[in-house]
């Protein structure tokens, strides 16, 4: 039985949470013959959110700056929870260092980037991963199983959606997240990633898109110290700050195969506190897929005879190995922390293997490309072709 080290850098976070705790669970459901994992050591530059990181990982090294944990002899796996204008950086130092790398999304502010990093890993021979969990889902298997059939026929249209209201309040304050500085692509590259994950893995490569890119507010409130998701209440003597990056895009896309894409995301979708769906149009069928029900998928097939043609629901169960692992009777949802362990899972697997698995930085270069085609196509206002 292989044990896998990790440190897990931007520890406190949504994020870092989520990381730490299933390294430490996913063995519960997917056992050890794959191998298993120790968080060695957690990074946290700010000292007061650090402060109860010891009870998360007992025997962990609480470190505050990432450099030491990617010095560390002992660490095998850096895990990168950072804010998104580090990816870059402190990916590039772990593979240099020869340390295999898992980071959270985006893999890193431009596609150049990104290609770079997937360059050193290649050459490093090390084992990449970018946390594109959402996929991950098994009901998604079974989408993709539909579609590599054939049993819809030749994918002709793809539509999908991500909508949140986290700036759906003009005077909900400023975070990092709105920063083009912290974060240069802003929900292009927060949320649109996630969607285009779902593009790469359903149906194939982007080839051209158009994107209008948008800011609905462009000014908020500042208020230090707030995390992500809690609530304040303001007291008119705030500062204000620029929102300097995309609230919201609609794009137009092209992929490699011929089919077409329809796609929209924002953070400014007032009332919906998730909303994630996807739609795949074939010459045979089609298939749709809403997270408000997170382990169904409608299909439908024109091998139904006439006047019986219409959507069937397909609840995702132990029939699938992956959804097996937690449960043993359907229509009991895995959400999305579950998806997370299945992710990490696999990262695991994938080293002690040595075996790349979806997504790795390859995956992460080509989303990447996506992002930087919506930035530029929005700001010269036409298409623009991916190469």
Same mark, same amino acid.
């Given at each position: ?24 669970? $996913? ?27 010891? $009870? ?23 895990? &990168? %929870? ?27 502010? =431009? ?7 997937? *360059? ?13 969990? $959402? ?16 049993? +819809? ?19 909900? #304050? ?42 609905? =507010? #462009? ?24 929102? =300097? ?5 609609? +794009?137009? %896309?092209?992929?490699? *195969? ?18 994630? =769906? ?8 089609s298939l749709r897929y809403t997270y408000d029900e997170v382990n169904r998928l409608r299909f439908y097939t024109n091998d139904d005879r006439t006047g019986r043609r219409g959507f069937r629901e397909i609840d995702v169960g132990p029939e699938n190995e992956t959804f097996r692992k937690f449960l043993p009777l359907p229509n009991f949802a895995l959400g999305y922390?579950?998806?997370? &362990? ?5 990262? &695991?697997?994938?080293?002690?293997? *040595? ?33």
């Open positions: 039985m292989t044990e896998i080290k990790v440190a897990v850098l931007g520890a406190s976070g949504w994020m870092g949470k989520v990381h730490t705790m299933a390294y430490q669970t $996913f063995p519960h459901f997917f056992g050890c013959e794959g191998g298993t994992a120790r968080v060695t050591a957690l990074v946290e530059a700010n000292k007061d959110a650090a402060k109860d990181l010891a $009870f998360r990982a007992p025997g962990a090294k609480i470190l505050q700056d990432w450099n030491a944990a990617i010095a560390d002899p002992e660490t095998d796996l850096i895990d &990168i %929870c950072l804010p998104d204008s580090l990816h870059y950086e402190v990916a590039k130092a772990a593979l240099l260092a020869g340390k295999h790398v898992y980071c959270e999304k985006p893999l890193a502010d =431009t596609a150049v980037e990104a290609q770079e990093l997937a *360059n050193i890993a290649r050459e490093k021979g090390v084992i990449t991963r970018v946390g594109h969990a $959402f996929p991950r889902n098994p009901v998604h298997d079974l989408a993709k199983e539909i579609i590599t059939s054939g049993e +819809i026929g030749e994918i002709q249209l793809f539509k999908a959606c991500q909508h949140i209201d986290m700036y759906g309040d003009p005077l909900a #304050p400023f975070m990092w997240r709105a920063d083009g500085q912290l974060a240069p692509t802003g929900i292009v590259g927060d949320t649109g990633s996630h969607v285009f994950s779902f593009m790469e893995f359903l149906v194939g490569k982007v080839s051209s898109l158009i994107a209008d890119n948008f800011i609905v =507010t #462009p000014k908020r409130p500042v208020v230090h110290g707030l995390a992500y998701g809690e609530q304040t209440v303001l007291t008119g003597t705030e500062e204000w700050r620029d929102v =300097t990056n995309p609230d919201g895009t609609n +794009i137009l %896309c092209r992929f490699e *195969n011929g089919a077409r894409g329809i796609v929209d995301f924002s953070r400014v979708a007032t009332g919906r506190k998730f909303v994630q =769906t996807y739609e795949v149009y074939g010459t045979k069928g922390n579950e998806s997370k &362990i299945i992710e990490i899972a696999e990262v &695991i697997r994938s080293i002690v293997a *040595n075996r790349p698995m979806w997504p790795n930085f390859e995956t992460g270069h080509h989303i990447c490309q996506i992002v930087d085609a919506c930035m530029d196509s929005s700001r010269l206002r036409q298409w623009v072709d991916i190469n």
